[in-house]
């Protein structure tokens, strides 16, 4: 059993920044893949960010979105830099109980955290 708790979204301005935080319960996944997905209103959840030894990035937030880990804490974050308004979402962090793809298959997820663009 495991618990994922995301915090940091809001209401910015395109061009500014926001870091994205989240807590996870109980034991550690330093061996295992965590990440970011995101849906918008009347679209799929879409994978943004994911590491384990190495980090992977979308297309679309290469160059400004980074993604860390503190194991220590086990908190992962999601600093986003010059945001735009096709960044408004609900972000969800994700970890996975096993190695695998970094892009799918996770098996534990939070609650979301909105985050809110305007143009």
């Known amino acids: 059993q495991v618990q994922l708790v995301e915090s940091g979204g809001g209401l910015v301005q395109a061009g500014d920044s926001l870091r994205l935080s989240c807590a996870a319960s109980g034991r550690s996944f330093s061996s295992n893949h965590m990440g970011w997905f995101r849906q918008a209103p009347g679209k799929e959840r879409e994978f943004v960010a994911a590491?384990?030894?190495?980090?992977y990035y979308a297309d679309s937030v290469k160059g400004r979105f980074t993604i860390s880990r503190d194991n220590a804490k086990n908190t992962l974050y999601l600093q986003m830099n010059s945001l735009k308004a096709e960044d408004t979402a609900v972000y969800y962090c994700?970890?996975?109980?096993?190695?695998?793809?970094?892009?799918?298959?996770?098996?534990?997820w939070g609650q979301g955290t909105q985050v809110t663009v305007s143009s």
């Open positions: 994700a970890a996975r109980r096993s190695n695998g793809a970094y892009d799918r298959g996770y098996d534990y």
């Open positions: 590491i384990r030894q190495l980090t």
